[in-house]
């Protein structure tokens, strides 16, 4: 069994920055992969980065992905993301999963692929 809990949502303005940190805990995250999914106000919840099982490996969606980084420390047990120049199209509840990954390479993608989830943090981005 692994906990997920995400930590470091707020109420910012366009333009700043947030790191998103969430903490695992209970059974190691080794052989997991884990990623950061998003679910704006009426809409579909959605991808926006993964991390392969020792951080080395990362795939961030297109729209984000020259302003959000994932990084991930197997040290302490730490998945983040980092968002810079926020807009108001980034209000959303965010989400950090895990799920087995079949190689060491392996970068999930699909919310189905995960198997443990946190229960989010909320992001506000004001005009």
């Known amino acids: 069994q692994v906990r997920l809990v995400e930590s470091g949502g707020g109420l910012v303005q366009t333009g700043a920055s947030l790191r998103l940190s969430c903490a695992a805990s209970?059974?190691?995250?080794?052989?997991?992969?884990m990623g950061w999914f998003r679910r704006a106000p009426g809409k579909e919840r959605e991808h926006v980065a993964s991390?392969?099982?020792?951080?080395?490996?990362?795939y961030v969606v297109h729209r984000v992905r020259d302003r959000f980084v994932i990084s991930r420390n197997n040290a302490n047990n730490t998945l983040i993301l980092q968002m810079n120049g926020l807009r108001p199209e980034d209000t959303a509840v965010y989400y950090c999963?895990?799920?087995?990954?079949?190689?060491?390479?392996?970068?999930?993608?699909?919310?189905?692929?995960?198997?443990?989830w946190g229960q989010g943090t909320q992001v506000t981005v004001s005009s």
């Open positions: 999963a895990a799920g087995p990954a079949s190689s060491i390479h392996s970068l999930l993608r699909s919310s189905h692929e995960y198997e443990y």
């Open positions: 209970g059974r190691g995250l080794s052989g997991y992969a």
């Open positions: 991390s392969n099982w020792n951080g080395d490996l990362t």
